[in-house]
Nanobody, 124 residues
Framework: QVQLVESGGGLVQAGGSLRLSCAAS????????MGWFRQAPGKEREFVAV????????SYADSVKGRFTISRENVKNTMYLQMNSLKPEDTAVYYC?????????????????WGQGTQVTVSS
């Protein structure tokens, strides 16, 4: 059983930055690929980014590529999402999730554990 807790959300102006964290408790954090997803009001949850077991393999949604960076520190059982050049359309609740596969997936149905989410609001 893995428990995930997100933090770091908030209100920021367009063009600003935020760093989200996802702290994991439970065994074998380093044996889970970790992903970020987001859900805006009235929209489906969508994939943002994923990082594999070791942190070397990453993948991003086209909408955030070049602006967001996903990373992890296995010794701290923590994953991060550095978000730069934020846009109003990035406004959403951001969720972290854990997947037992080595490289993860862009499909939310593949993930085994989810956090409660953290709100990110970008004002124009």
């Amino acid at each position: 059983q893995v428990q995930l807790v997100e933090s770091g959300g908030g209100l920021v102006q367009a063009g600003g930055s935020l760093r989200l964290s996802c702290a994991a408790s439970g065994p074998s954090f380093s044996r889970y690929a970790m992903g970020w997803f987001r859900q805006a009001p009235g929209k489906e949850r969508e994939f943002v980014a994923v990082v594999g077991w070791s942190g070397g393999a990453t993948s991003y949604a086209d909408s955030v590529k070049g602006r967001f960076t996903i990373s992890r520190e296995n010794v701290k059982n923590t994953m991060y999402l550095q978000m730069n050049s934020l846009k109003p359309e990035d406004t959403a609740v951001y969720y972290c999730a854990a997947d037992r596969s080595p490289f993860g997936s862009s499909f939310d149905s593949e993930y085994d554990y989810w956090g409660q989410g953290t709100q990110v609001t970008v004002s124009s």
